[in-house]
RNA sequence: GGACAGGUGGGUGAGCUGGCUGAAACCACAUCCCUGCUAAGGAUGCGUACUGGCAACGGUACCGAGGGUUCGAAUCCCUCCCUGUCCGCCA
């Protein structure tokens, strides 16, 4: 959420940066409007709730005293019925305030460039360079192994479109790639944990799905609860309504799930192949740092991912997004995107985010800093998307009688 | 799912015949004192949010959540959520 006090001092310079998010200003302005009225109306409640309570205390010293307690009582019902018209306005106004400011997404870094679209992102480096192939080679959906790696025609029949189903060396890959991912996240200091992929509304408040995207979210019918689109949610939401000690902090966390995602937006796109399912693996990083901490923790993180696609052989570039392409809750991201030789194209694989205070404020996630609770920074990224990695092994290690060769760090995950 | 018992500050836990309780006590924690180390002892402080004030220090709200009764509720009433135990069911 963004910071009201900001806001309501110096509303141009948060304007100004939010510009570049393509932020309605209106709301902005009216939101700054609704908290300063907010405020006065909180006055004059506390005001009233104060003569409430004052004239409340004396009933026992007039009845100790013999005195006619009528005229008090009558007094104070008066006030009671003004009070609770003011409470009724404030409780409109908080609402109200409420609903706008959590609709509003988070403030870019000074750094994050300008752009309406991934085309005006910034290609920071590339890493390793694409393998030269004495053949054409094909996309993973068209290899002669795929037949017996992937059923996508059955994993339509158990669910719908978007669903498929590994099987046999893929099965087994897709399973070496977790806990390949897992140990090497683990090397570098990011603690295992194991978490629920249903969560509640409270939860995706807090990161900020909610209630922006709802329409993103597989729900459950009779509960109010949701499939998770990402551990970043659940694990985030850990230290939810939690105030952390300093030591504690960096906590770094790394998570295997199952990710849902309705991909309403994206009718059309990426229908074939394994790019885009409603249902995938992801092995996630999170952190939850002080404010100092979160631009090395943030580079540590991006490192993670890119060491390991290095590691696993990938040839893959990063890219700072820019502003219009910057997700709700990110202040600054930097995507990995690894290359596909059969689409002959670089495509998205991890996509790692600094919230900075954005998510802390919403989760009430705090640390104690000498005698202050301040927010902390939360930050994530995927290291990796397990599906898209299984793909880009696919299709960077084909050979040319269409079989695959497993990648040598992974050759012990899968004896 | 059924029956009963509960949900209080970082933890344990009193209060729950309504006002003196934002909350005893203990533990943990912080600072200080004392003790040559260690252990022990003593003093003080120590919930959260918003808000007024340079500060000292005040105001309001919060005792699972939301309503209600009352001049006044942690304390009474209603609804919901959660936890524990037993039964049922189940991996």
Same mark, same amino acid.
């Given at each position: 959420m963004?910071?009201?006090?900001a ?5 141009e310079s948060v304007a100004?940066k939010?510009?570049k998010k ?9 939101? +700054?409007?609704i908290?300063? +009225?907010l405020?006065e109306q909180?006055k004059i409640?506390? /005001?009233?709730?104060?003569e409430? #309570? ?7 010293v007039?009845q100790?005293?013999?005195?006619d307690i009528a005229?008090?009582?009558k007094?104070?019902?008066?006030n009671?019925q003004? *009070?609770a018209v003011?409470q009724d *306005?404030?409780?409109?106004l908080e609402e109200?305030?409420?609903?706008? !400011?959590l #609709?509003?997404p ?5 750094? $994050? ?5 991934e085309e005006d ?7 390793l360079?694409p393998? +030269?192939f004495?053949f054409?080679? &094909? /996309?993973?959906?068209?290899? &002669?192994i795929t037949p ?5 025609e059955?994993g339509v029949?158990l669910a719908?479109?978007?669903?498929s189903?590994l099987?046999n060396? %893929? !099965?087994?890959?897709?399973r070496?790639?977790i806990n390949?991912m897992?140990d ?9 944990v194991?978490?629920?992929?249903l969560?509640n509304?409270?939860?995706?408040l807090?990161?900020g799905?909610? =209630? ?5 979210l597989f729900?459950?019918e ?5 499939l998770i689109p990402?551990?970043e949610?659940?694990v985030?939401n850990?230290?939810r309504?939690e105030?952390l000690?300093k /030591?504690?902090l960096?906590a770094?966390?790394t998570?295997?799930? !199952?990710?849902f995602?309705?991909? %309403?937006g ?8 394994m790019?885009r399912q409603h249902q995938?693996? +992801?092995?996630?990083?999170? !952190?939850?740092?002080? =404010? ?8 540590e993180?991006?490192?993670?991912a890119s060491?390991?696609?290095t590691?696993l052989?990938?040839p ?10 910057l ?6 991201? *930097?995507?990995?995107e ?5 689409q002959?194209r ?5 996509s790692i985010s #600094?919230?900075?205070a954005?998510?802390a404020?919403?989760a ?6 000498g005698k202050k609770?301040?927010p $902390?920074h939360?930050?994530n990224g995927?290291?990796?998307a $397990?599906g898209r990695?299984?793909?880009a092994i696919m299709?960077?290690?084909?050979n040319?009688?269409?079989s $695959?060769?497993i990648?040598?760090v992974?050759?012990?995950y899968?004896?």
């Amino acid at each position: 959420m963004l910071d009201l006090k900001a806001l309501q001092n110096d509303f141009e310079s948060v304007a100004a940066k939010l510009r570049k998010k393509k932020v309605d200003e209106t709301q902005l302005a009216k939101l +700054k409007e609704i908290s300063l +009225k907010l405020k006065e109306q909180r006055k004059i409640l506390e /005001e009233l709730q104060a003569e409430q #309570n004052a004239k409340s205390k004396l009933f026992p010293v007039y009845q100790k005293e013999g005195k006619d307690i009528a005229e008090l009582k009558k007094e104070l019902a008066e006030n009671k019925q003004k *009070i609770a018209v003011e409470q009724d *306005i404030v409780r409109d106004l908080e609402e109200e305030m409420y609903e706008i !400011a959590l #609709n509003i997404p988070n403030i870019p870094d000074d750094d $994050v460039p300008e752009g309406e679209d991934e085309e005006d992102n910034v290609e920071l480096k590339k890493v390793l360079d694409p393998r +030269k192939f004495d053949f054409t080679p &094909k /996309e993973h959906w068209d290899l &002669k192994i795929t037949p017996d790696w992937i059923d996508f025609e059955r994993g339509v029949k158990l669910a719908k479109s978007r669903f498929s189903v590994l099987k046999n060396d %893929a !099965a087994r890959l897709e399973r070496a790639l977790i806990n390949y991912m897992l140990d090497f996240n683990r090397s570098r200091g990011f603690e295992e944990v194991s978490v629920p992929y249903l969560v509640n509304r409270d939860s995706l408040l807090g990161t900020g799905q909610l =209630p922006k995207f709802e329409d993103d979210l597989f729900k459950i019918e009779e509960e109010p609860l949701y499939l998770i689109p990402t551990a970043e949610v659940p694990v985030t939401n850990l230290f939810r309504d939690e105030i952390l000690q300093k /030591e504690e902090l960096p906590a770094k966390l790394t998570s295997y799930t !199952a990710c849902f995602r309705k991909e %309403a937006g994206s009718a059309g796109r990426d229908t074939r192949g394994m790019i885009r399912q409603h249902q995938f693996d +992801k092995v996630e990083l999170v !952190a939850v740092t002080t =404010p100092e901490q979160s631009d090395q923790v943030f580079d540590e993180m991006v490192a993670c991912a890119s060491d390991l696609l290095t590691s696993l052989g990938l040839p893959h570039r990063l890219v700072l997004l820019c502003g219009g392409d910057l997700g709700f809750s990110a202040a600054r991201t *930097i995507d990995l995107e690894v290359w596909l030789p059969g689409q002959n194209r670089y495509r998205e694989i991890s996509s790692i985010s #600094n919230t900075r205070a954005f998510q802390a404020r919403r989760a009430k996630i705090r640390y104690k800093e000498g005698k202050k609770n301040l927010p $902390v920074h939360t930050l994530n990224g995927s290291s990796l998307a $397990v599906g898209r990695t299984l793909i880009a092994i696919m299709e960077n290690y084909q050979n040319a009688d269409g079989s $695959v060769t497993i990648p040598a760090v992974l050759q012990h995950y899968m004896t």
